[in-house]
């Protein structure tokens, strides 16, 4: 990404442009720009879910952007909660494939193999640890970014 300053603010652009016209002429095939001002973006680390970029400015020889934390608008309590939710969804897709087998077992009285119930029993094991885990969270920033990891 470029980027150029024109009557005090800064236009950016995914490339130099081809062709560029300014108060003393049209040029073409300008190179890197370099010569007319345009700088390279250089964009920072920044954590989507809990930053956002901010205040495009000349930092040296490049363009870059401040680092801001994005307001977060949720409780902690409704935080909790989503994240819970997602936790509950995922367990519940990876008890799904395996019950056919406990159905079968209630329809049908032939037996689940005994691994099958070890594995579901260790899911939902995993799963009130992982719950009891984001429960203990003390900021929103720290539930945002809990990673769920079953």
């Known amino acids: 990404?470029?980027?150029?300053?024109i009557d005090g603010k800064i236009k950016t652009f995914g490339s130099v442009p081809k062709n560029w016209k300014n108060s003393t002429g049209t040029?073409?095939?300008i190179g890197d720009g370099a010569t007319f001002g345009f700088k390279d973006v250089v964009l920072p680390d920044y954590i989507g879910g809990i930053e956002e970029l901010s205040?495009?400015?000349l930092a040296g020889d490049v363009y870059t952007?401040?680092?801001?934390e994005k307001p977060i608008k949720e409780t902690l309590a409704q935080l909790k909660k989503q994240k819970v939710s997602q936790l509950k969804y995922i367990a519940g897709r990876e008890l799904s494939r395996t019950d056919w087998y406990i159905i079968r077992e209630v329809d049908s009285e032939k037996t689940t193999p005994q691994s099958i119930k070890d594995d579901r029993a260790a899911l939902r094991t995993q799963s009130d640890l992982i719950e009891a885990e984001i429960n203990a969270l003390t900021?929103?920033?720290?539930?945002?970014?809990f990673d769920i990891n079953i």
């Open 1 to 5: 990404m470029k980027a150029i300053e």
């Open 27 to 29: 040029y073409f095939n």
């Open 55 to 57: 205040n495009l400015h």
């Open 65 to 68: 952007y401040d680092v801001i």
């Open 139 to 145: 900021t929103k920033k720290s539930v945002v970014l």
